[in-house]
């Protein structure tokens, strides 16, 4: 089955699930990662700390659920069977090893929302190395959201106030506005080529990137082609040494 076909179905079980009740749904199984191994990436910008979950993130489960639902469900849904280790290789050799703790602040019905969540570890027995398994609405080495910094930008590229108001509103340093403003469109270029990037403005891209039915497959061509995650800021080299 392609990943598209995967994704579809994965799109109607969710609307599905959406329109039941609140105690049938409960037991509703809302998405299913797909597996990225930082294996997957070019040679030299690999992170062998981290698997990244592909969740089918789209314009729909945006809507509906919130960040910290797909977080649960992508982790609750992921199975190590079958699995190589993206840092030797070996098949079969990846067992569940724990979780640790990290913050999560998100953007929801224009409040900050701030989530702890416990990530999965997964250990190698023949390498003995150890993976963290993150969900795509995560940016490794960042307590902010993906969808939180897409839509702190989305308000600053319309100005419809000041940008220490702006910056005010979402929590946030006027400093960091700009290393986010930077960083997408560093990453705009990576996405689309320089030259096709230059024919479109930063916030037509922005909104694309949240209107988009397939989000997850953008940020998982992204992390495959380059070995980062989409608006990651760490340093590949510096981000080794601690938990993404």
Not at 62 to 71: A, D, G, N, V
Not at 125 to 133: K, P, R
Not at 203 to 213: G, P, R
Not at 227 to 238: D, E
Request: some cysteine; glycine content about 6%; charged content about 20%.
């Amino acid at each position: 089955m392609t990943l598209g076909r995967i994704a579809c179905n994965l799109h109607a079980a969710v609307k599905l699930a959406i329109a039941m009740s609140p105690k049938k749904r409960k037991n509703t199984r809302l998405a299913a990662p797909f597996f990225l191994s930082t294996r997957d990436c070019p040679k030299g910008q690999i992170n062998n700390t981290m698997i990244r979950l592909v969740t089918a993130l789209c314009k729909s489960f945006l809507k509906e659920l919130t960040e910290r639902m797909i977080f649960q469900t992508a982790t609750d849904e992921f199975s190590c069977l079958g699995k190589r280790c993206p840092k030797c290789g070996a098949k079969e050799k990846l067992s569940p090893h724990g979780e640790y703790g990290r913050g999560l602040t998100t953007y929801e019905d224009n409040k900050i929302v701030d989530y702890m969540l416990r990530p999965l570890r997964a250990c190698c027995s023949s390498c003995g190395s150890t993976h963290a398994l993150l969900p795509d609405i995560i940016v490794p080495h960042s307590t902010f959201s993906l969808m939180f910094m897409l839509a702190a930008l989305v308000a600053y590229y319309e100005r419809k106030t000041t940008v220490a108001e702006i910056c005010n509103q979402f929590g946030i340093a006027v400093s960091t506005i700009y290393v986010w403003k930077a960083r997408i469109a560093l990453h705009k270029d990576l996405m689309l080529g320089a030259l096709i990037s230059q024919r479109q403005r930063a916030h037509s891209y922005v909104l694309e990137l949240l209107e988009s039915d397939d989000l997850s497959g953008i940020l998982r061509r992204f992390f495959r082609k380059y070995g980062f995650s989409f608006m990651q800021g760490r340093s590949i080299q510096a981000s080794q040494s601690r938990p993404p």
